[in-house]
């Protein structure tokens, strides 16, 4: 039977761009599927038109048919939050940018569009802790690392340091010592609150700035040519996950277009608004069934090769789908090991020294701490400026009804135990964190609130299922009472104290739920594994074939899983630069 292509991608971020570039390389007739659109900057592309409201990008006009574009949410006020609430991906917003994904016990944000997470991630690209990977069996050392930097770095360009107000070309920004002031004040805060925390819990917890995927001043034009001709330098915004408006970010969709859409002879195409829905066996190969978003219509295509690529969340969904309604045999371990990466949110209220959390890339530095026998590694975050006016109100109000808390427990304690008798002593008046009344800048509001992005080792518990044809996700425990999550919010109220403010837990967690985690590094649902018994896929990636006994290591020809989806764990760290070298190691496998 005649195939339609020689490969199918299934979604455009991490794995699937990586996949894509390799098989192109090797002269692939290739078709990518994705269901979202394009997302651009609007600040480089001139005014609209006459009687257009937009500016339409060249490069979308010029395919055929012309890309579906959007752009990213602005203006970067308050206002933009309208322009942000419409990002969002619904039932009838199909080209949102934001898939935010309700569960039980947790809820998961992930991208949807040309480029996937890099479209919304915060740009770190760090290698985890030996030790984590031993631990979940991860099969990954240096020269599968190597070959990831160097596939980070060919096609997407130079890795660099943002951790300085302005950027100092050609200094090491490690350890600025005669020049710390020009520190951003947040990573300053981190590494100072670090140093009291380590000593204080007896513990290493080594600071050190991030490697970013962006684009840093760099005075050498030769090097940065591209860079320097559109000015597409940091400039500090602080808004990466609402997207960059200098188009300063490393992101997939450039490197799509910069490097395979834009030359037809490189044998890729693309299909923008098209959810896959399930993968059959067909005689030498497999069909793609999907919905195209712009017609309604349902489609199918062919090849003799698929490689799933829709991360977590969108490769175990296919998967379960064409497994329990179209047949395809797989191993009873689909669904399960699906771990949070310990993703942890919180916040310092009131810090001695301001932070500044509105300015500098989303995150710049981190520290890392073995505490208790379990990898935490802690990120300071920033909030746009689009989302300060929200935070700052919630975190007052929840800062604030903490310390009444607070307050009435040491009345009640006071009241028993009669052993002052001037209880005015026990009402100090509250510190005025929240005052509705009073007008800020978006920067003064978070000047004194630090944002805490943690990560750490969960055991990767979580199992999904399909339910009416919905993804479901469970534990059967209670995942936010695991000991992860307890170890870091030790260590982040430690944090709080060395900075001089006080711990407030991310909303969802107390406040407006009770220990609900938020989860934008999902891992598992198709866990690697040695045999059929214990996962879904090999160490390859191939998928296994679900028609032989469990503990088999046969798989099916030409079926891979090249996404976050694979990896049987939590990484301690932000995921993408091992989601990389994992689908290195599958596609350079499955392409001598
Ligand atoms: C706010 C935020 C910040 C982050 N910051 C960082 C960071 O700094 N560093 C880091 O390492 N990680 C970060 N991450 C996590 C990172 O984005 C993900 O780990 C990574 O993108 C996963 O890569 P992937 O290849 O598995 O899938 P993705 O990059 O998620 O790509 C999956 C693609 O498949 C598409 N898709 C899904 N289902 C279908 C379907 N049925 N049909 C067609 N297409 C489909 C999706 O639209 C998407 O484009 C962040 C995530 C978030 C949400
Ligand atoms: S901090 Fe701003 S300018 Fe720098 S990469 Fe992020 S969004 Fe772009």
């Known amino acids: 039977m005649p195939m339609n292509f020689d490969a199918i991608i299934i979604g455009t971020g991490f794995g699937g761009t990586i996949a894509t570039t390799k098989l192109a390389a090797k002269g692939k007739k290739v078709m990518m599927l994705e269901r979202g659109t394009f997302w651009v900057t609007p600040e480089k592309l001139g005014q609209p038109p006459a009687g257009a409201k937009k500016p339409i990008p060249v490069w979308a006009k010029e395919q055929n048919p012309p890309m579906p574009v959007q752009y990213w949410p602005r203006p970067n006020h308050r206002e933009g939050l309208l322009d942000f609430f419409a990002s969002i991906r619904g039932p009838l917003n199909n080209d949102g940018l934001y898939q935010y994904s309700m569960f039980k016990q947790a809820d998961i944000l992930t991208a949807s569009g040309v480029g996937g997470g890099s479209l919304i991630y915060s740009n770190v690209t760090l290698r985890p802790q030996a030790e984590v990977l031993l631990g979940i069996g991860l099969n990954l050392g240096d020269a599968e690392y190597q070959t990831a930097y160097k596939w980070m770095e060919d096609f997407r360009g130079k890795l660099n340091r943002v951790v300085t107000k302005i950027p100092l070309p050609g200094r090491d920004v490690s350890n600025l010592t005669d020049d710390d002031y020009l520190y951003l004040d947040r990573a300053r805060a981190l590494r100072d609150a670090a140093k009291i925390s380590s000593q204080k819990l007896g513990i290493q917890m080594p600071w050190e700035p991030l490697d970013l995927s962006l684009v840093e ?167 746009p400026e689009m989302l300060a006016a929200v935070t700052s109100t919630t975190i007052g109000v929840l800062d604030n009804f903490a310390q009444r808390e607070a307050l009435k427990a040491k009345m009640k304690f006071a009241f028993l135990s009669m052993a002052l008798p001037d209880l005015r002593a026990f009402l100090p008046s509250l510190p005025d964190t929240y005052d509705p009344t009073s007008f800020q800048t978006e920067a003064e509001m978070m000047a004194n609130i630090f944002f805490f992005n943690a990560m750490g080792q969960d055991d990767a518990s979580g199992k999904f299922t399909l339910d009416n044809d919905n993804l479901k996700l469970d534990w059967d425990k209670k995942i936010g009472e695991t000991p992860i999550f307890g170890k870091i919010e030790t260590l982040l109220q430690s944090l709080s104290e060395s900075m001089g403010g006080r711990y407030v837990p991310f909303p969802f967690w107390k406040g407006l739920g009770n220990k609900k985690l938020t989860v934008t590094h999902p891992l598992g649902g198709c866990p690697i594994a040695p045999t059929s018994f214990d996962g879904v896929v090999d160490e390859l990636g191939r998928v ?19 996404d976050g989806s694979a990896i049987p764990g939590a990484l301690a760290i932000n995921p993408t630069l091992t989601i990389a070298a994992q689908a290195l190691k599958s596609i350079n496998a499955a392409l001598p």
């Open 544 to 562: 296994f074939d679900g028609n032989k006994p469990a503990g088999s290591t046969d798989v099916y020809p030409g079926l891979y899983v090249v």
């Open 217 to 383: 001043y760099d005075p050498d034009r030769g090097a940065a040519s591209d860079a320097a001709k559109n000015h597409t330098f940091c400039e500090r915004q602080g808004r990466c996950i609402l997207g960059c408006l200098p188009a300063a970010r490393h992101t997939l969709n450039k490197t799509l277009y910069g490097k395979l859409l834009s030359d037809p002879t490189k044998g890729v195409s693309l299909s923008p608004l098209s959810e896959v829905r399930d993968i059959k066996q067909i005689a030498g190969g497999y069909e793609v069934r999907y919905r195209d978003h712009r017609d309604g219509n349902t489609k199918t295509l062919s090849a003799p090769m698929v490689f799933l690529a829709g991360g977590t969340l969108g490769t175990t969904e296919i998967l379960l789908r064409s497994r329990d309604r179209g047949g395809l045999k797989l191993t009873a371990k689909l669904g399960t090991h699906f771990s949070t990466n310990g993703d942890f949110g919180a916040f310092c209220v009131g810090t001695t020294k301001p932070v500044y959390t509105t300015r500098g890339p989303i995150n710049t530095s981190g520290v890392h701490a073995k505490f208790d026998g379990l990898h935490i590694h802690v990120e300071d975050a920033g909030i």
